[in-house]
Each structure stands twice: as C-alpha cells, then as structure tokens.
C-alpha cells in the first residue's frame, strides 16, 4: 500500500493496548481507518492490524513521525529512549505525542523527543480491551484546550478516565487501575475455588464468581451507595455473610489490598526514577 503523504493519528508499537485504543477510536467515530498509520517491528502484528482494522502500515517509525499529527506511543518501556532518539529529528511544532509507557515521564519524553511536540502521558488497564477501562491522564504544560477535548473524547471511549493535576500521580494510577485487574482476578480465584470446596464443579463455581464480581460491580457503580453501606445491604447479624466477613477482615484482606496498591505505585515511581536517569 502507498502511503499518503498525511495522516491524522500514527501509532508507534501496535500491541493490544494500542489496538484497544485505536479500536476504541474508530467503534466510536472519532477516526476513520483512512486517517490511521501504524508501525510496529513485527510484520505479523502488522498484518492482523491492517486485517483487522483495515490501515495503513510501516515498519518504519520514521514515516509516522514525519506525516501524523497525533502520535500514539505503545512501545515497550525499555525502548522508549532508543525510538523517540530515532524520530526526534523528524518532530515539529504541532505535533503531539500520547504515551501510554509505564514508568516514561513527561521529563524523559521531552529529553528524548525534543522540544517539539506537546506531550500527554496516560495509564489504561487491560479492561480497555472491552471498552470498560480505567484510565488515568496527564496533560503537560501548554495543552491547548481543543487538544485537551479531544484526547478526553478518545479516553472517554475506552472506559472511564480521570485527569491527574500532578504527573507523579499517576504513579498511584498505574498502582491501583493499572495493576488492579490482576488483583482482582486474585479475588475471583479465591471465590471460585470456596466455590468448589462447597461442592460446585468448576464450571458453576467460575460463573457465579464472575457474575457475582460484575453484579457487585454495578451495584458499586449505580446504586448510588458507599462500599460501607452496600456491605451492610448484604451482612445481615448473625447471618452467612457476616460470617464470611469476619474471617476476611480478622485476615487483614482490606489492608492487604491497600499494601498491594501502595507496593505496586511504589514500583511505578522507581521505575519512573530509573528511566528520568537514562540518558
């Protein structure tokens, strides 16, 4: 396929977070398939991006960075340093960078990209795969607001979004709805094998767990009640969930999540020190 000479959206690396985003994108109208070049070094990705989402494609980093206007960064952390050195030449004014890079700050991007294009860093979780993440967004300095109202269009289409006024905030994003998926499928294993200890097969234990963590998702979400209150709602006195409860809290589970997400932001941000110190 011959390439145009200008495209809207380009997106370095097309992993599956990135396909996420630019299926998110397209799902919701805010790009067409027409306006999208996307590069990867892997020429099987590739073909399942053009397959699947009907693009144009690269190998080339260079060709996004020198005919896209958004710039979707969705490489590996570990080789942000070395493919933002190889495009930052070809970088102008007007231009903007997205990273969805854990550990890569704002800093480091401007160090690496150049003082070009406007920056916005972000944190989504695997669950923007269904359209039901979470995010969180950093708008560095100078963001014009129509930028700014656009990129919140695209987050909004992934699932929910928060904007952080503080970059190293979103160190505690990445702890808690960037790693909390993983948790969470932990809890989902805990029900499910109480589940088959109680008699049900395998089967049955795994749907009831799985609905029972939707179910009580939503009743979280739209019930328009505390997690305190919904807990009460459930844990009558003297009854089988107050039972239950008392052997999670008597094994300290709630701070056992809390040390969980603060473990994991605390490894976000070292790993962001690490990268600030790369040269």
């Not at 991006?49 to 020198?66: G, K, P, S």
């Not at 890079?101 to 269904?130: C, E, H, I, K, Y």
């Amino acid at each position: 396929m011959k390439l145009k000479s200008k495209y809207r959206y380009g997106f370095i690396g097309i992993g599956k977070m990135a396909q996420a985003i630019l299926g998110s994108m397209l799902r919701a109208s805010l790009a067409k398939a027409s306006e999208v070049l996307v590069s990867d070094p892997s020429a099987a990705t590739l073909r399942e991006a053009a397959r699947r989402f009907r693009v144009a494609t690269t190998v080339d980093n260079l060709e996004v960075a020198r005919r896209c206007e958004w710039i979707w960064l969705g490489t590996k952390p570990f080789h942000a340093a070395e493919v933002l050195r190889g495009i930052s030449s070809d970088l102008r004014k007007g231009q903007t960078l997205l990273s969805m890079m854990a550990g890569v700050s704002t800093r480091s991007l401007r160090r690496w990209a150049g003082p070009a294009p406007a920056l916005v860093r972000f944190m989504p979780n695997t669950p923007a795969l269904l359209g039901a993440g979470a995010t969180g967004v950093y708008f560095a300095a100078g963001i014009p607001p129509a930028l700014r109202k656009r990129a919140e269009k695209i987050f909004a289409a992934m699932g929910k979004y928060i904007a952080v006024p503080r970059e190293a905030l979103l160190d505690g994003v990445t702890g808690l709805s960037g790693s909390g998926p993983a948790f969470v499928y932990l809890v989902a294993l805990g029900l499910i094998e109480g589940g088959r200890r109680s008699g049900l097969n395998p089967a049955q234990a795994k749907t009831l767990a799985v609905q029972t963590l939707l179910g009580a998702s939503r009743m979280l979400a739209e019930a328009g009640h505390e997690p305190e209150a919904l807990i009460q709602h459930v844990a009558t006195k003297g009854g089988t969930t107050e039972a239950g409860l008392k052997v999670l809290e008597a094994r300290g589970l709630r701070a056992l999540l809390a040390e969980a997400v603060a473990a994991a932001t605390r490894r976000a941000a070292e790993i962001r020190e690490q990268n600030e110190c790369t040269r």
